[in-house]
């Protein structure tokens, strides 16, 4: 049995298991997250938010994640054109103030969204973009290049033969 193939099955049921672990977003979660998502990018692009901290920092809104009865959302936010490694303390600091701001933004968007409840808002840095920007560089380097050549290689060479 090939090694490969192996680390395929188990990799497979790792991924099995986690999706058993982690529920999907309803359709209504995902509508409310999105409609959130841009009242709250729309409150921060027009500067509505008067907290010292978050004032002077372009944000965006990247996500909305809604609890299934729709009472709490974290919004993921990010600082436009930098990278939230390179700021680190300054960001926590952006974080902390949009918390202080969060009764207001929670009053904004009861007023623009129709919902029986105004969800209490948190926020969260979204290091997806970092994540992902990390990952590129590493499957950049040389020698993780040369060994995915060679795996890819490898399961052409080995591969199932096709039957006449």
Sequence with gaps: MRAGFVTRQVFGALIQGMQ??????????????????????????RGEVRDPAVA????????????PDLKNATAYVVPLGVVIGEIGGDFKDIL???DRAAPFLRRYVASRVRLRFAPKLSFAADTAYDNSEHIERLLRRPDVARDLEEVIDGEHKTGPEKKN
């Design 96 to 98: 902390v103030g949009l």
């Design 20 to 45: 058993c672990l982690m529920k999907t977003p309803s359709q209504r979660q995902l509508k409310v997250g999105e409609e959130l998502r841009h009242v709250l990018a729309w409150a921060l692009e």
């Design 56 to 67: 002077g920092t372009p944000l965006t809104v990247t996500e909305v994640a809604v609890s």
